[in-house]
């Protein structure tokens, strides 16, 4: 089992490499965060082993089983998926980067949850680049507002822009919504010179190579890593 987890981490380090040097990019810009939430915690101290420090998880309850039974292992801890409000107060503490804050509602109850603890908390903006009705996130159009309110919450640090592209059979397809995210941010981050906006978290298992080309300095990746079926089928 760890030499297919070797085996792929490898892979997906030369793929990311790649990408970046066809964008003239230093391929040390693209931070990997190994999602774990289809495998156990055992596994994913393997990931850490094989030097991934960076560890996602999509549910709050199973981030933080798998950061009690991992404690004392050096891992950086992102929520990627859709955080419920009644959720936030778990994790002043827990998290070094939420991806997927994808409504004020959500960015209110952050600030107010993290400052109550004396903490501040960083996060993406998630973007709902495709329109796509079943994915979170704003519409890109209610991203300046939402910018300019949130410089109100005290405990709340803004970081960057996080996307997920449509599911499609090629990557290239995926490539316009990874452009637009990336052209979109330089506005954003024009417009607010004081923040530090830089963080583009764009890319999964298929279709982190396009998102590196188009800039991309998180890719999200889980099954490229841990297999999509049991392990070491990719
Ligand atoms: C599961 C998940 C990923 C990783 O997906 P893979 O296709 O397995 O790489 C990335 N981002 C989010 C938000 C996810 O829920």
Not at 50 to 55: I, N, Q, S
Not at 83 to 106: E, F, I, M, R
Not at 194 to 202: F, K, V
Request: aromatic share 6%; net charge neutral.
């Amino acid at each position: 089992m760890q030499q297919d987890l070797r085996r792929n981490i490898a892979l997906v380090r030369q793929k990311i490499a790649r990408a970046a040097r066809l964008a003239g990019r230093d391929p040390a810009q693209v931070t990997i965060v190994a999602v774990t939430k289809t495998v156990t915690p055992d596994v994913a101290a393997l990931a850490l082993q094989e030097g991934l420090a960076h560890l996602g998880e999509n549910r709050v309850q199973e981030l933080l089983h798998k950061q009690e039974k991992l404690s004392g292992l050096p891992a950086v801890w992102h929520l990627i998926g859709h955080l419920q409000t009644n959720k936030v107060k778990y994790l002043p503490g827990k998290v070094a980067l939420v991806h997927s804050l994808d409504s004020w509602h959500l960015a209110r109850e952050i600030s107010r949850r993290f400052q109550a603890a004396g903490e501040v908390c960083r996060a993406l903006v998630q973007v709902n680049v495709s329109g796509e009705k079943s994915k979170h996130g704003f519409a890109p159009g209610e991203v300046a507002d939402f910018l300019a309110a949130a410089r109100e919450l005290p405990a709340l640090e803004l970081c960057g822009f996080m996307t997920m592209a449509p599911l499609v059979d090629e990557a290239e397809e995926a490539r316009p919504v990874f452009r637009q995210l990336k052209t979109l941010a330089a506005c954003w981050q024009a417009d607010h010179p004081a923040l530090d906006l830089s963080i583009l978290s764009m890319g999964m298992s298929n279709d982190y190579e396009v998102a590196v080309q188009e800039g991309s300095t998180m890719v999200r990746i889980g099954s490229a890593i841990f297999g999509w079926n049991g392990f070491g089928q990719c």
